[in-house]
Structures are given as structure tokens and as C-alpha cells.
């Protein structure tokens, strides 16, 4: 089995515990389903969030979830001007058998605009919230 790193991102419209807990589960949600991941296999994940997100740890989304066993960590996004603002990032590390070009990152709510080369020339495996 490999490890494959799986992306995925999305944005929160205020910075709020319960914006930014929600948000990141669909997120997750979503990035488990799309990639039929059991959560068994999460070898870890890294959450980032931009400097004007600071209401809870992304990280409670997956706690929240059930990931008790599942090494997480969250750290603030490089505040690069003009960036998407009120963004949660996410890179999981998973054990599959999946080929690198199997695998579905996963942008909702405007994080889309992240990997616009994902949406235009992969779109079978690329998820947004508009599908």
C-alpha cells in the first residue's frame, strides 16, 4: 500500500466555531466519500486556515467525527496579499492502493479558485460544491 497525499479546502463566510467546525466536516465528509477512503487508512492530516480564522481548530471537525486515533495538526496559512480569505486547507496522508492520478481533491465554497487547473483539465477528479 502507498501513502497519497489527498487536498482539499474550503471557505467560511464568518469566523465563527460553528462556520468553521461545519465547513470542515462537509469538507472531510467529502473528501472520504469521493476517495473511499476508510478512516482507518487517514495516516495523519494538516489543517492550515488564514490569518482572519482563528474562532476554533479545524481539527474539531475530524475530533468530531471520530478520529480519535488520527494525528492531527493545525497551523496558520502564509498571508500572501490578495489571497482567498477565510480559507481552511486540509492535506491528508492516506494508505491506498490508489494511483496518484486516482485520487479526488476536493474545493468547496470558492476555494475552487485554488487549483483552477484542476477544474479545467481534470474535472472527473476534482469536486466542488457546485456538483
Known amino acids: 500500500m502507498l501513502v ?6 474550503t471557505t467560511v463566510e464568518e469566523n465563527t466555531r460553528e462556520g468553521i467546525v461545519s465547513r470542515t466536516r462537509e469538507m472531510l465528509q467529502a473528501v472520504i466519500r469521493r476517495n473511499d477512503i476508510n478512516v482507518e487508512d487517514v495516516v495523519s492530516v494538516i489543517f ?6 482563528n474562532a476554533e481548530f479545524p481539527a474539531v471537525a475530524a475530533r468530531e467525527l471520530g478520529w480519535i486515533y488520527t ?3 493545525c497551523t496558520r496559512e502564509i498571508p500572501v496579499p490578495g489571497s482567498l480569505a477565510k480559507c481552511v486547507r486540509v492535506l491528508l496522508h492516506v494508505n491506498t492502493e490508489k494511483r496518484q492520478h486516482e485520487i479526488i ?3 468547496l ?3 475552487e479558485k485554488l487549483r483552477p487547473d484542476l477544474n479545467t483539465k481534470v474535472s472527473d477528479r476534482y469536486y466542488t460544491s457546485e456538483k
Not at 4 to 9: E, L, S, Y
Open 4 to 9: 497519497r497525499g489527498i487536498r482539499g479546502a
Open 48 to 53: 492550515s486556515v488564514t490569518d482572519d480564522l
Open 71 to 73: 494525528p492531527l495538526m
Open 105 to 107: 481533491h476536493v474545493y
Open 109 to 111: 465554497y470558492g476555494a
